[in-house]
């Protein structure tokens, strides 16, 4: 299975700092993906990150708010801007091993709160 | 659109007890299921999966098996250990969709010694 590093893995990020989240694949993936888990909740895909295009926003989540980068194909970076309580979640970033969305794992998460 | 319904929670069961969590679903086409668990403190880990009907996926005595029928995929072990205690998430990844995940709900299990 692949194996995917994230950093920080934990944050205590202050009120209106943006914080830049780092996902380390060991292998190379087309497919990346950025989730939010908000307290107790389960998982929303905030977008989708291919290499060499930009990224495909869900619905309720902007650039502008997250930016997200992706460089090559086994490294993407997530920042999550001008943070607000309301932040503090579990990001998680996953990829798709065998690109045909049957071998999909996860990162440990990134695990902010925001004060 | 593709959607997951899982069983509500919190399940408190003791040790050795027959576990049994609900999953349906709703897509088109052909998707994929899983289940992933998060054990307290930590990120997702995919526990089993199943790639197209009928499938059985089977890992650490859990198993589930992909029913096209009745669009299911429950998840069950035999015989629990406090070990099990965790988050279980079912979802579904559907071609098309470039294969992003839903989720359901989460369903909280603990295990009592």
């Known amino acids: 299975s692949a194996v995917i590093s994230q950093k920080p893995s934990r944050d205590i990020c202050q009120r209106g700092t943006s914080l830049t989240i780092q996902c380390q694949v060991d292998?190379?993936?087309?497919?990346m993906f950025w989730y939010r888990q908000q307290p107790g909740q389960s998982l929303t895909l905030i977008a989708t990150?291919?290499?060499?295009?930009?990224?495909?926003?869900e619905s309720g989540f902007v650039i502008d708010k997250f930016p997200i980068s992706r460089p090559n194909l086994t490294f993407s970076t997530l920042t999550v801007s001008n943070m607000s309580p309301e932040d503090s979640s579990i990001y998680l970033c996953?990829?798709?091993?065998?690109?045909?969305?049957?071998?999909?794992?996860f990162g440990e998460g990134s695990w902010l709160t925001v004060v | 659109g593709d959607s997951v319904t899982q069983m509500e929670g919190p399940v408190t069961l003791s040790e050795e007890a027959f576990l049994t969590i609900n999953c349906t679903y709703t897509a088109t086409g052909y998707p994929s299921l899983f289940w992933y668990v998060q054990y307290p403190g930590e990120g997702l880990q995919l526990l089993l999966k199943a790639t197209k009907a009928d499938d059985k996926g089977s890992n650490k005595g859990f198993e589930a098996t992909y029913r096209k029928e009745t669009t299911s995929f429950h998840l069950e072990k035999g015989s629990v250990q406090v070990s099990d205690s965790a988050v279980y998430f079912c979802a579904l990844s559907a071609p098309g969709y470039d294969y992003k995940l839903s989720f359901g709900a989460g369903t909280t299990v603990t295990v009592r010694a």
């Open positions: 292998s190379q993936v087309t497919m």
């Open positions: 990150a291919n290499q060499g295009s930009e990224a495909t926003y």
């Open positions: 996953s990829v798709d091993q065998g690109g045909l969305g049957n071998t999909i794992y």
